[in-house]
């Protein structure tokens, strides 16, 4: 285990950044001196739980943010400061609403089944001006702008030094490129353990909106933050694999529709388990008010929106929930940038444990053009047309809700309930429009 002390003497790290993330994906932080961080490390950070997106009342004792010492990382654009990953405790014991601890508890669940579950995400964002109300770059302005040459150049600075800090770090970045809306870039690096992953994605989140802001710009991961345009998605690549991490547990044939695409048994029932819970999953996977301007959205000007909204799966093909493009690994298509980094990683895993307990059936697969013969599919669930109905999915499903923890389940619930009745209870200016000579 890293020694966050001899790490600041050894790298010149003045300050650390205590972090944990809450409910809602918001990133906390205490900033502490180095001389200091032997104590945070016995004893933790303290934070008013109260104060951040937590369900917790300010009544409640402190709350205390252990550092893990594994997840260090020294800013490469500020290399003064370091940030650690933090597991929150109260009085003694870890706060079980907490989302690093609601995937450690589940990584560990997985491991005691003898199994190692491995992710790898793709994380899109849009560069817009600093007042986040327009695309940054006045140019790019294409019909069809995915992998546009000309734009991913314009941004290059800001592109290639996220990259050449991902290399630094060891996280081995292997493409960049423009998306499919104007102003919308990703970023892809290779999978790994799901907590890593997850540590990963958050610290990835905070790098790009630093490294745009030192640019003058603004990175948001809004799932739909421009009318018209493709959405961000946080597409999930996953895998299960032996504890030793050498033998894939999900690649093989089972026969069938499953064995077709490359999957075993147990493969085949992890992705049951997703398809199963989906529809719940949808509270975790795009849980904001704007997520369903994404997963609901017409036809963009480039022509798709890349996201689904119906619960199917399918071999090497992008307009499904779930596609399998090659033997022993499947993507999620369903999450956003909106998605928590620990909730996402976390809900993949409890779905996944549910379906190989269950040995749930994935159903049919569809090989179909889900955008033009999506119609002729009568059989498959949609997915939930807006943040309420998630939120009514997620708490309808025990079986999901079981896995991830009851304290965390219902805090989650609650406070997104909140905060669905404080966007309806919010006077709009369409409603004005609308309403106002009736």
């Not at 292997?174 to 998306?179: A, G, M, V």
């Not at 849980?287 to 301007?293: D, E, L």
Request: proline share 6%; charged share 20%; aromatic share 10%.
């Amino acid at each position: 285990m890293t020694d966050l002390a001899a790490f600041a003497a050894e790298k010149g790290v003045k300050y650390f950044m205590i972090s944990f993330t809450d409910l809602f994906g918001g990133q906390r932080a205490k900033l502490v001196p180095a001389q200091a961080i032997a104590d945070m490390v016995d004893e933790g950070a303290g934070f008013a739980g109260f104060a951040t997106w937590l369900d917790m009342t300010p009544a409640h004792p402190d709350m205390l943010a252990v550092p893990d010492p594994s997840t260090v990382i020294q800013l490469p654009w500020k290399p003064e400061v370091a940030w650690v990953a933090a597991n929150p405790v109260m009085e003694g014991a870890e706060v079980a609403q907490a989302p690093r601890n609601v995937l450690r508890k589940l990584v560990a669940e997985a491991e005691a089944e003898g199994l190692r579950v491995k992710t790898g995400v793709e994380a899109e964002f849009f560069l817009l001006t600093p007042e986040g109300d327009k695309i940054s770059d006045p140019a790019d302005t294409a019909e069809k702008p995915c992998y546009d040459q000309q734009a991913v150049m314009r941004r290059y600075d800001v592109i290639a030094e996220i990259c050449d800090y991902m290399l630094d770090l060891g996280w081995g970045p292997y493409q960049n490129d423009h998306e499919d809306a104007n102003g919308q870039f990703e970023m892809n690096w290779e999978f790994d353990d799901a907590l890593v992953t997850a540590d990963r994605h958050s610290f990835f989140k905070f790098m790009v909106k630093s490294v745009a802001e030192k640019h003058g710009l603004r990175a948001t991961f809004m799932p739909k933050p421009i009318e018209g345009l493709t959405g961000n998605g946080c597409h999930a690549h996953i895998s299960v694999w032996d504890l030793d991490g050498k033998t894939n547990a999900f690649a093989g044939d089972a026969g069938g529709q499953i064995g077709e695409v490359g999957l075993s048994e147990q493969g085949g029932h992890f992705l049951g388990g997703i398809m199963k819970h989906a529809t719940a999953l949808a509270a975790l996977t795009n849980p904001t008010v704007n997520s369903y301007k994404r997963i609901n959205a017409p036809r963009t000007t480039s022509g798709a929106t890349w996201a689904p909204n119906t619960v199917t799966w399918t071999g090497n093909n992008r307009t499904h929930m779930v596609r399998v493009p090659g033997p022993g690994r499947f993507e999620l298509r369903l999450p956003d940038g909106a998605a928590n980094p620990y909730l996402l990683q976390a809900a993949i895993i409890a779905a996944g444990l549910s379906g190989l307990r269950s040995k749930a059936d994935p159903g049919p697969r569809h090989d179909i053009d889900m955008y033009a013969e999506g119609h002729t599919v009568t059989d498959a669930p949609k997915l939930p047309l807006n943040l309420l109905d998630a939120i009514r999915a997620f708490v309808s499903d025990t079986g999901l809700t079981d896995m991830l923890g009851a304290e965390f389940s219902g805090s989650y619930a609650k406070m997104k309930q909140q905060e669905w009745d404080s966007f309806v209870s919010h006077f709009s200016h369409w409603e004005r429009e609308n309403t106002l000579d009736i």
